[in-house]
C-alpha cells in the first residue's frame, strides 16, 4: 500500500524524537499501522542546526509549505505556542490533512474551535502527547474506560516541577539549579513559568476534565497555583506527618458542579502516587465501574513524547479511510452531547487543608486559632506545635483540617492572620486522601 506521508512542524525535542522513534521503529511501526509512515518534510527555524539530524530529509524555515504541501496527509505540529500554531493547524485542518499535535497550551485554549473545524470538514486531530507525555492517558480515558462515569481524576502532570519537588526533597537542591537541570534535560516548556506556576498543568487537566466529563476546554475556569511559594520547613512538616507534597491537577464531579484545580497538595506517603518521583508522570482516574485505576510514565522527555506522537500516527494511518462518523469522537463524546456542568468557583470547592502559622509562644494562643476554626465550622483533624528555635519567642503551629469548603478556611485564615499573637501569614496547603471510595 503506498505510504502516508507526514510532515512535521519542529524538529527540536519532541520533532527530533519523533523523527528518531520513527526511523529506527520503522518496520514494526509499518507492520503495525498497515502502510509505511514516511516523514517527506519538516520546517524549523533554523536550518543549519537541523541538518544533523534531517540528513537527507527536506527542510523549510515556512511552516506553511508543509501545511499547504498537497502530498502531505498528516501534519504534526511540535513547535509549541499558540502562534502561529494554532493558524497552522487551522489551515492544515482546512486543507483537508489529518493533525498530530503535543502542544497542550493550544488545545487547552483553543481545543474548541479546532475539534469544530476537525469535525466539520471529517479529519482527526490527535494529542495524546499533550497530557502526560508518554502514558497513554488520552486513549485510556476515552476508550478503555468508556463504560464508566468518571468521578474524578488527580494527576502529576508537570514532570518538571515534579522534578524540582524531588531533587529538593532529596538533595536539598536549590529551586533555581533544579529548574536549569530540567531546562538541559528538554522537561521543561520554552515559558519555565508555565511549569513552575501550574499553569502546563492545567492546561493539561484542562483536556483531562473535557475528555472524562463530556464538557468543553475551559481553561480559563481552572484554578491555577504552583510551587514557587513551598517552603523547605512544608515539605519537611508534611513528612514529619506522613504525607508528600505533589503539585496535582484535579478534576472531579461535585454535587453542583465540577471541580478544576492544580496546586500543591499533600497526599499520603502510602498512596503509590505520593512515590511518583523526578520527572515521572501518574495520573489516578476513579471511575463507577471500574474504581481507582493508576497510570504511570514518563511525563516529558524525547523518546517517551515521541511514543505517544508516533502512537497517534499508527491510529490516524490505521482509521485514515474509515467513514468519519465511524471514528472515536475528538472528545470521547459525541460532539452533539457536550454538557454544560458548571465548572466551580475556588471558593466552592470541597477539601482538606494544611495550615502552617507563627504564633507566640504563650498562653490562649491556640484557643485562640481553635475558636475561630470552630465558628467557621472546620474540624481539625491534627495539631502540632514546634519547639521554638534558639532564643526565638515565635513557634510554628501546623494543623490538619478534614474536609470543608474553600470560602469557610478562607474566613479562617484572615480572622488568624488579624490575632496580636500571630505573625505573618498563614500557609495553606490543600490535602487529599485520594482513598478508593
Ligand atoms: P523545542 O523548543 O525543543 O522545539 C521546537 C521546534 O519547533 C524547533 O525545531 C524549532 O525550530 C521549531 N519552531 C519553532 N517555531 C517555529 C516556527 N515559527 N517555524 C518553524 N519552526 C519552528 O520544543 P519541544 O520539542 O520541547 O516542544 C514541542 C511541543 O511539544 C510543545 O508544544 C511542548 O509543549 C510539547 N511537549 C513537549 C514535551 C517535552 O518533553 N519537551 C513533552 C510533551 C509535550 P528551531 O530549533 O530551529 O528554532
Ligand atoms: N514541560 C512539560 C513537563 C513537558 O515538564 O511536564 C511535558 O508536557
Do not use: C
Amino acid at each position: 500500500m503506498k505510504p502516508i506521508h507526514v510532515g512535521l512542524l519542529g524538529l527540536g525535542t519532541v520533532g527530533g524524537g519523533t523523527l528518531t522513534v520513527l526511523r529506527r521503529n520503522a518496520e514494526e511501526i509499518t507492520r503495525r499501522a498497515g502502510r509505511e509512515i514516511r516523514v517527506v518534510r519538516a520546517a524549523v527555524r533554523n536550518i543549519d542546526k537541523a541538518k544533523p539530524l534531517a540528513g537527507d530529509l527536506p527542510l523549510t524555515t515556512n511552516p506553511f509549505d508543509v501545511v499547504d504541501d498537497p502530498a502531505i496527509d498528516i501534519v504534526v505540529e511540535l513547535i509549541g505556542g499558540l502562534e502561529p500554531a494554532r493558524e497552522l493547524v487551522m489551515q492544515a485542518i482546512a486543507n483537508g490533512k489529518h493533525v498530530v499535535t503535543a502542544n497542550k497550551h493550544l488545545v487547552a485554549k483553543h481545543g474548541n474551535e479546532i475539534f469544530a473545524a476537525a469535525q466539520a470538514k471529517g479529519v482527526m486531530v490527535a494529542f495524546e502527547a499533550a497530557v502526560a507525555g508518554g502514558i497513554p492517558i488520552i486513549k485510556a480515558l476515552r476508550e478503555g474506560l468508556t463504560a464508566n462515569r468518571i468521578e474524578w481524576l488527580a494527576g502529576i502532570i508537570n514532570g518538571t516541577s515534579n522534578f524540582i519537588l524531588t531533587e529538593m526533597r532529596d538533595k536539598g537542591a536549590a529551586f533555581e539549579d533544579v529548574l536549569k537541570q530540567a531546562q538541559e534535560l528538554g522537561y521543561a516548556e520554552a515559558d519555565p513559568t508555565f511549569d513552575i506556576e501550574g499553569i502546563d498543568a492545567a492546561h493539561k487537566l484542562t483536556i483531562l476534565s473535557a475528555i472524562a466529563f463530556g464538557i468543553p476546554m475551559q481553561f480559563d475556569r481552572a484554578y491555577t497555583e504552583g510551587i514557587s511559594r513551598l517552603t523547605r520547613a512544608d515539605v519537611k512538616y508534611a513528612e514529619e506527618l506522613g504525607y508528600r507534597i505533589k503539585l496535582l491537577g484535579i478534576a472531579r464531579r461535585a454535587e453542583n458542579g465540577i471541580e478544576l484545580r492544580v496546586h500543591p497538595t499533600l497526599i499520603p506517603e502510602r498512596r503509590l502516587i505520593a512515590n511518583v518521583d523526578g520527572a515521572m508522570n501518574a495520573v489516578l482516574v476513579k471511575g463507577d465501574a471500574v474504581g481507582p485505576t493508576l497510570y504511570y510514565g514518563a511525563g516529558a522527555g524525547a523518546e517517551p513524547t515521541a511514543s505517544a506522537v508516533v502512537a497517534d500516527l499508527v491510529d490516524v494511518t490505521r482509521l485514515h479511510t474509515a467513514d468519519p462518523h465511524h471514528r472515536v469522537p475528538h472528545l470521547a463524546f459525541q460532539p452533539d452531547q457536550l454538557a454544560d456542568t458548571p465548572i466551580l468557583p475556588m471558593d466552592e470547592v470541597r477539601t482538606a487543608y494544611y495550615l502552617r502559622l507563627r504564633a507566640f509562644d504563650r498562653p490562649g494562643v491556640l484557643a485562640d486559632i481553635t475558636r475561630i476554626l470552630a465558628d467557621s465550622d472546620i474540624s481539625i483533624d491534627a495539631m502540632v506545635q514546634k519547639e521554638p528555635g534558639e532564643g526565638e519567642e515565635q513557634v510554628d503551629i501546623i494543623l490538619l483540617t478534614h474536609v470543608t469548603v474553600e470560602k469557610n478556611v478562607n474566613a479562617a485564615i484572615a480572622k488568624i492572620e488579624a490575632l496580636d499573637s500571630v505573625a505573618g501569614k498563614v500557609m495553606r496547603i490543600r490535602l487529599e486522601e485520594l482513598a478508593s471510595k
